[in-house]
């Protein structure tokens, strides 16, 4: 009897070189819109020119590429060396804001170059917390991250946000649904490639109606330089503080929390397990890229949940796909034209794309939660009030304002707020749950296995 082959693993999987660019450009234009989204909110915020938020945006593109590559292709102990995406994170837009105007700029880069360095060295730290993440704890979680983006999902749908102009329409809408009808065609009827590049097709699709629809506009990449190098410090030397890092490192421990749905999440999708060692990677690859990021002008990064519901829908599963994201990327920091280009995609058709995506990252939790005994009453709390804690800041965003600094952004996350709340409840609530935690972590092991 002949022996059975090695079974091939899906995340060292190496695609023909075009179907590595095709499925990257994917994952780029999934998160594109968050990735600049995040420079340009911080920019208006503190009255920067145009000049200066040309810069911005450039290097949270280049440094985002850049960190991307990091996590996926490993360099050291830096990097989970899964397809995990890396981009500026919305977490720490109000501490950067509040340092940049109770301080100044030069205070609020060197307080993201402090927690950068923070982060680095509590990797192995806060790696050990894991053992306090089972499914049910997880899959609470992953959800929670699927949902709380949908507010993202509804912002592009509409053409903008809230209470800007035109806000809603009816062409608007009509756009986004035609590209998620056009995606869902696309994914139910075709088949090898044509499936895999769904969302691609699909959103090529949806320009195509904008165009024709007067809803594009791709005149501003004329206006834009061929070539740019962001430069190193653009802001000056930085200047270092205890108090702003130390708030700049609280807000990356809230990131470290989404970074642990989304690793976890994209190491089920792949059927790895995440390890303690892996997370400690990943963990200590958002410290290195938070860190590069305030050297060039960029802001803190995390793995993003974006690219989990792409994962998802296409299983196209390789560290890889999402490594030449990375470098497409790093591209569009060197040559902004090309940025500009994917900026110009409609709101619209990046909405109708995301709610399909997102609502494929809940899936994921809620088949975590499928795995869990659900059936007494001490196993539906856990969920039922972590889900509903984590929806909260979307609900009302303004209900902690009045919270002092720190604890205001803790509690502006809901994923902090899931994960908080799932830990808490499956200890106090489920007998053995802080043995076997202990248990886990003696083998130097999380407690979810894709298995």
Do not use: K
């Amino acid at each position: 009897m002949s022996p059975q082959p090695a079974r091939r693993d899906p995340v060292e999987e190496r695609l023909p070189p075009w179907q590595l660019l095709v499925c990257g450009l994917q994952h780029v234009l999934v998160i594109y819109a968050g990735v600049v989204s995040v420079p340009l909110i911080f920019g208006a915020a503190l009255g920067l020119d145009p000049v200066q938020l040309i810069l911005l945006v450039n290097a949270s593109i280049l440094t985002s590429g850049v960190a991307t590559l990091i996590q996926t292709l490993g360099v050291g102990p830096f990097g989970a060396r899964l397809p995990l995406i890396q981009a500026s994170s919305f977490i720490a837009l109000p501490p950067m804001i509040m340092i940049a105007r109770d301080y100044d700029m030069p205070t609020a880069y060197g307080a993201v170059i402090g927690a950068g360095l923070a982060t680095c060295a509590l990797a192995p730290f806060a790696s050990r917390l894991t053992r306090f993440f089972p499914p049910v704890v997880i899959g609470s979680v992953i959800t929670v991250v699927g949902l709380s983006l949908m507010p993202a999902a509804a912002n592009w749908l509409g053409g903008g946000r809230p209470g800007d102009p035109g806000f809603g329409a009816p062409a608007h809408l009509l756009l986004g649904f035609a590209t998620l009808a056009l995606t869902l065609l696309i994914t139910a009827r075709a088949t090898g490639t044509g499936r895999t590049l769904a969302i691609l097709l699909g959103l090529a699709g949806g320009t195509a109606i904008g165009v024709l629809t007067g809803q594009a506009d791709f005149g501003t990449v004329r206006q834009v330089a061929w070539v740019a190098l962001p430069p190193v410090l653009p802001f000056g030397r930085p200047a270092f503080h205890v108090a702003p890092i130390l708030i700049m490192t609280m807000a990356m421990m809230v990131i470290l929390v989404e970074t642990t749905g989304n690793c976890l999440a994209v190491s089920r999708l792949a059927g790895r397990a995440a390890t303690r060692d892996v997370l400690t990677r990943t963990y200590a690859a958002d410290g290195l890229s938070t860190l590069l990021g305030g050297l060039f002008g960029g802001t803190p990064y995390n793995a993003f949940a974006q690219n989990t519901g792409l994962i998802a829908l296409t299983g196209i599963r390789s560290r890889f796909v999402v490594a030449a994201a990375g470098g497409l990327m790093v591209t569009m920091g060197l040559f902004p034209r090309l940025g500009a280009a994917v900026a110009c995609l409609p709101r619209p058709v990046l909405g109708g794309s995301a709610i399909l995506m997102f609502g494929m990252t809940a899936m994921a939790g809620i088949q975590d939660l499928a795995r869990v005994r659900l059936g007494s009453t001490s196993g539906a709390l856990v969920p039922a009030v972590a889900i509903g804690a984590g929806m909260l800041p979307m609900a009302c965003p303004t209900l902690f304002a009045h919270l002092p600094g720190p604890l205001r952004i803790m509690t502006g996350s809901g994923v902090f707020l899931a994960a908080f709340c799932a830990v808490t409840l499956n200890l106090l609530l489920s007998p053995g749950a802080a043995a076997d935690a202990e248990a886990a972590d003696d083998e130097g092991a999380t407690a979810l296995s894709p298995r």
